[in-house]
């Protein structure tokens, strides 16, 4: 009996890698699930209702996202990290994936050991935006309006360590002011709040912004790269208007839970890859103020490895943290 036991557990070790390279030939046979943890109307969110069509055309099969929100992304990005590792579970996160390690005394998630990066999809650069009702019409005089009344402005975030309160935060540091942060439940509700006045200042992203300067419900200030973009001439950068050095750049990524068969992933990063680098949707994409990026498994676990080291420094100095 315990030869046969032994002979069991031999042999089931032996094909298991077998079953596993079979499963991934066949990937996917049914839906995907691209998880993001925010809400609607964030950038997160327009990149993967961007890319869950192309994809799905790509697969063969539908790729639905599915927001799961709350405590500034870790609810979505748990779910990832403790969801079966067939490639059927996806996560689209960015930068609070990073800093929430920093600024929140306990995650629930390992970055480094609770996933396989997938692809890094791209970057955007956030609108230094003000209510119209603000009586200011460049960075230099909200600077001046802000040193003036140090603690009276306010500006929306889409949550503690999220992109818009990063954003921010650097600002008030370069700028050596204190405009508020105020806390909403993403980067939509972020930016009803400021389209109604209820906060004066935004540091949104670019794609979600944009229609709304348009419009003139909002008063563009400035961009938050360091060069102008090509679709937006007319706004300088904040370096440029009163805040030299600075710049914040947000990228997009796509993750799957660690032990996802590397077939599975390599297929995913190709299909990704390609569809990004299409004429169609490099250009709508552009259009919007993102950058295509399309970078391989490996450079998007490097790219993860230097934006922790970057991050880590930034937090401490600033010394920010979820109360």
């Known amino acids: 009996m315990f030869r046969i036991r032994i002979a069991a557990i031999v042999c089931g070790t032996f094909f298991l890698p077998a079953i596993a390279a079979a499963q991934s030939d066949n990937y996917p046979t049914k839906s995907v699930r691209l998880v993001t943890p925010f809400p ?13 069509p192309k994809l799905s055309e790509s697969l063969g099969k539908p790729v639905v996202v599915d927001n799961r929100t709350g405590a500034s992304g870790n609810i979505g990005t748990e779910l990832i990290a403790r969801s079966p590792a067939d490639g059927y579970t996806l996560l689209i996160n960015t930068l609070p994936l990073v800093t929430n390690i920093f600024i929140m005394s306990r995650v629930p998630y390992d970055l480094q050991n609770d996933f396989e990066p997938v692809c890094l999809l791209s970057s955007s650069s956030a609108i230094l935006g003000v209510h119209p009702s603000l009586p200011v019409r460049n960075t230099k005089e909200l600077l001046e309006l802000a040193r003036s009344k140090r603690g009276t402005l306010n500006y929306g975030t889409a949550g503690i360590g999220t992109n818009p309160h990063i954003a921010g935060e650097l600002f008030n540091y370069l700028g050596k002011t204190n405009i508020v942060a105020v806390h909403y439940k993403g980067g939509g509700p972020s930016l009803i709040a400021a389209i109604s006045g209820e906060v004066t200042v935004t540091f949104a992203n670019t794609p979600e912004t944009m229609p709304y ?108 943290r979820a109360e």
């Open 40 to 52: 609607p109307g964030g950038s997160v969110d327009v990149i993967a209702r961007l890319i869950a």
């Open 213 to 320: 300067v348009d419009a003139k419900r909002l008063r563009g200030l400035a961009i938050s790269s360091l060069k102008r973009r090509a679709n937006l001439p007319e706004l300088p950068t904040v370096s440029e208007s009163g805040v030299p050095g600075y710049e914040f750049l947000t990228w997009h990524v796509i993750m799957a839970p660690k032990g996802t068969p590397r077939p599975v992933v390599t297929l995913l990063n190709e299909r990704l890859r390609k569809i990004l680098n299409t004429p169609e949707q490099n250009q709508q994409l552009l259009q919007k103020g993102i950058d295509v990026i399309g970078a391989s498994p490996e450079e998007t676990s490097a790219h993860l490895k230097r934006e922790i080291e970057k991050w880590s420094r930034v937090v401490k100095e600033r010394g920010i």
